[in-house]
């Protein structure tokens, strides 16, 4: 399974920005790896961190930093899972990897982590002040 995540960009704090990932190979592979999947971020000098997952009901978990202001959505028939950022601040700043994973119940309610087998090359987002 491949991850190619798009969207990235440099803007000013209080603006939006939408991530798309897309995701390709084989279909049962494909498949497989959609039932479980997420966003993460690394800023400069800080660990990698989980910034919202989706399980295969579409239960979803947020990092409280983002919760209210970022959106995840996940188009089935597509392969593709976006990320809707509003409201962004500087803090916000990272680049940001899409992940994916065959499902397990680690994944359940979301909780997808830094285990995940699959990821993207990542989008760099910056948000000035």
């Known amino acids: 399974v491949q991850l190619v995540e798009s969207g990235g960009g440099s803007l000013q704090a209080g603006g939006s920005l939408r991530l798309s990932c897309a995701a390709f190979?084989?279909?049962?592979?494909?498949?497989?790896?959609?039932?479980?999947m997420g966003w993460f971020r690394q800023a400069p000098g800080k660990e990698l961190e989980r910034v919202v997952g989706?399980?295969?009901?579409?239960?979803?978990v947020y990092a409280y930093s983002v919760k209210g202001r970022f959106t995840i959505s996940k188009y089935n028939p597509k392969h593709t899972l976006d990320l809707q950022m509003n409201s962004l601040k500087p803090e916000d700043t990272a680049m940001y990897y899409c992940?994916?994973?065959?499902?397990?119940?680690?994944?359940?309610?979301?909780?997808?982590?830094?285990?995940?087998?699959?990821w993207g090359q990542g989008a760099q987002v910056t948000v000035s002040s």
């Open positions: 992940a994916a994973n065959s499902w397990t119940t680690s994944c359940q309610g979301g909780l997808i982590g830094t285990w995940a087998k699959y």
């Open positions: 989706i399980d295969i009901d579409g239960r979803t």
């Open positions: 190979g084989d279909i049962y592979v494909l498949n497989s790896a959609w039932d479980c």
